[in-house]
């Protein structure tokens, strides 16, 4: 039965069948291969996938934005910016009001990959969520979430 860990008290050993950590770990590495093989057809690797489903929900936003709400350094952000930007995929501009900021637009081209990518990626969630009630996709999703606001709150 897994433990319950209160403030301030000492884990000094369990097993990987008891570790959160362990298994998001081991389920990323085994969901990235599924998502390169649907991604690497259009160029785009893993990584930039996420940048594009950000902007995908929200468009022309800073690239300090998008580095915060993907958790990734500034320099991450701008190289894989940089990458779309080679494929014609994103604009790069000046913020008109803080120069210092850059804001981040999808052209015309990364707007319609959407509509013929994320099919592709839905069958990643299809298969991983087989046998799962409608019920506990919603708990699942809100555990994550909860999960990854502790996370930050601890970074």
């Known amino acids: 039965m897994p ?12 097993s990987t069948s008891e570790s959160i950590g362990y298994f998001l770990s081991l389920n990323h590495r085994r969901i990235k291969p599924l998502m390169d093989d ?11 996938w996420f940048f594009l489903r950000t902007l995908w929900e929200e468009d022309n936003i800073t690239q300090s934005d998008l580095s915060g709400w993907l958790s990734v350094s500034q320099p991450t952000t701008l190289a894989a910016l940089r990458k779309l930007q080679r494929q014609k995929l994103v604009t790069l501009k000046k913020d008109k009001d803080d120069k210092r900021s850059i804001r981040v637009c999808l052209t015309a081209e990364g707007r319609a990959l959407k509509e013929e990518m994320l099919p592709h990626v839905e069958e ?5 969520l087989k046998g799962l009630k409608k019920s506990e996709i919603t708990e699942l999703l809100r555990l994550l979430q909860v999960i990854g606001r502790n996370a930050r709150q601890n970074t």
């Open 3 to 14: 433990y319950k860990v209160k403030k301030g008290e000492r884990v000094h050993s369990y």
């Open 38 to 48: 649907r991604l690497r057809g259009k160029g785009i690797s893993y990584g930039m």
């Open 124 to 128: 990643i969630n299809y298969m991983l």
